[in-house]
């Protein structure tokens, strides 16, 4: 192969895997309208990733689809965790949540038994496992039959592998924006308020220098007026003080229930004036609710241009390209 790589110019060779992508594309287009060739539910799901691939690749594949091939809202049931139904208003009316069958302690056991079996997080294959929670969480509903998310990753890996741009995805996705809504029962804080999210992941690791910037940039953002933190149980360093509240921030609240998790989160986002946080699936969120968000990293190689290339592209075409500001941490000019 390495042998071949020397022979054959890169051009050329991303050339021909641009032709294998549609080919193994208009392929897959022909499967998913073989889908909804009966009058079966369509479910989809399980969705068991995280927020920034749910947000900016799986919601508008399934907006997509459902407008591709004339699916009713109401044939197309969404399984997710979190309480997204929102999400995927309007083109789903019917949402099933998985924390409503299973423990958090039992989803990440699942979690991890996904990525053992699949050697990343990323849901590029059914698993006997999510078989079984379908079973279990669409019982009542005789004529199914699945949208996995495998099949949404399959369609997308030759712009993620650099072999197609934008537009591929583009022609598969359709982007929106989300609508700040609000979760019965809880409390929201008066605005106007700052919504944050550090947490510590492969661009933004757990070094001194990160959890002093969080520090630093909390207190700043405290000095200006109201915060409200979304990270639960943060801890900033192993010394007293190190927990949010002693830097002015107000915390989310420790009994939100595993069903509400996101739709909780998501409320507090959009009626946010403006986000800040670690660079990730949260900086795309702010930005789809309307929502300016800052969004910092400290390793450039922790995570892929093409993701951050695709959020600025989505936003761009529903008038939001202006609402993600992406930093580095390490930059001596940084400001929260």
């Known amino acids: 192969m390495t042998a071949v790589k020397k022979l054959v110019p890169r051009a050329v060779r991303h050339g021909i895997s641009a032709q294998l992508a549609r080919v193994k594309g208009a392929r897959l287009e022909r499967d998913l309208a073989a889908l909804v060739s009966s009058s079966d539910v369509v479910v989809a799901g399980p969705w068991l990733g995280e927020v920034g691939f749910e947000l900016l690749y799986w919601v508008p594949f399934l907006r997509w689809f459902a407008r591709r091939f004339e699916v ?29 069958y299973v423990t958090p302690e039992e989803f990440r056991h699942l979690h991890d ?8 997080q990323k849901q590029t294959q059914v698993l006997t496992f999510e078989h079984q929670l379908l079973r279990q969480v669409t ?21 993620w592998w650099g072999h197609v741009d934008e537009s591929w995805v583009h022609e598969r996705a359709s982007y929106a924006r989300l609508v700040a809504g609000t979760v019965p029962g809880f409390q929201m804080p008066a605005a106007p308020y700052t919504a944050v999210k550090f947490y510590f992941n492969e661009c933004f690791p757990a ?10 940039a909390l207190r700043r953002l405290a000095a200006r007026g109201p915060v409200v933190s979304l990270a639960t149980g943060l801890r900033l360093d192993d010394h007293e003080g190190g ?5 002015g921030v107000q915390s989310l609240p420790p009994n939100v229930p595993p069903r509400e998790n996101l739709a909780v989160q998501a409320a507090l986002v959009g009626h ?5 946080g670690t660079y990730g699936g949260f900086s795309y969120l702010a930005p789809f609710l309307g929502v300016g968000a800052t969004a910092y990293y400290s390793d450039g190689a922790g995570f892929s241009e093409r993701h951050l290339t695709m959020a600025r592209s989505a936003l761009g075409t529903i008038g939001a390209a202006g609402l993600l500001d992406v930093r580095s941490a390490a930059a001596p000019s940084t400001t929260a």
């Open 72 to 100: 009713p809202p109401d044939r197309l049931l969404v399984v997710s965790r979190g309480g997204t139904a929102s999400w995927y208003r309007p083109f789903s009316t019917r949402y099933r949540e998985i924390f409503d």
């Open 113 to 120: 038994e996904r990525v053992t079996a699949n050697g990343e």
């Open 139 to 159: 019982g009542d509903v005789e004529h199914r039959t699945m949208l996995h998310p495998s099949s949404m990753y399959r369609l997308f890996n030759p712009f």
């Open 207 to 216: 070094t001194d220098a990160n959890r002093a910037f969080v520090r630093d």
């Open 243 to 247: 927990h949010v509240e002693a830097l």
């Open 272 to 276: 946010a004036s403006a986000f800040v």
